[in-house]
Every structure is written in C-alpha cells, then in structure tokens.
C-alpha cells in the first residue's frame, strides 16, 4: 500500500476506481481525483488516506484507465 498519494495513481474506494489529478499542498494537503465520468471531486488528506485503496499508477491515457473488460 502507498502512504502518500501521487498524480497519476489510481485509488479505490467503495468499489469504485479514481484517478488523482492534482494536490495541493495547502494547509491541509487536498487530493484531487475524477471518476471514469470525469466528475471531479476532492478530500483532505487525513481522510483520504483512511477510506481509501492504493490500486496502481494510471495507465497509458485516461480513455484507457476506465477500459470496459
């Protein structure tokens, strides 16, 4: 598991996958993330980090990290 979010990481949560896209480090540090919708939301750190699953770096480009198998 990954301690510290990056841009490009795919987290989970709920069974969901999220693509992070920004952070910003201000006081507290935000993650920024979009599902495979391109709706785009974000949490504080704290929080993030306990409700949510490292999965792995994103893929080649983002049509292909939400890829119908």
Do not use: Q
Request: hydrophobic content about 30%; glycine content about 2%.
């Amino acid at each position: 598991m990954r301690e510290k979010p990056e841009v490009g990481d795919v987290w989970e949560r709920h069974g969901y996958k999220y693509h992070i896209v920004d952070i910003r480090h201000w006081e507290p540090t935000y993650i920024y993330y979009i599902d495979k919708d391109l709706n785009e939301d974000y949490e504080p750190i704290d929080i993030f980090l306990n409700n949510w699953k490292y999965l792995c770096k994103r893929k080649a480009s983002i049509e292909d990290l939400f890829e119908m198998e």
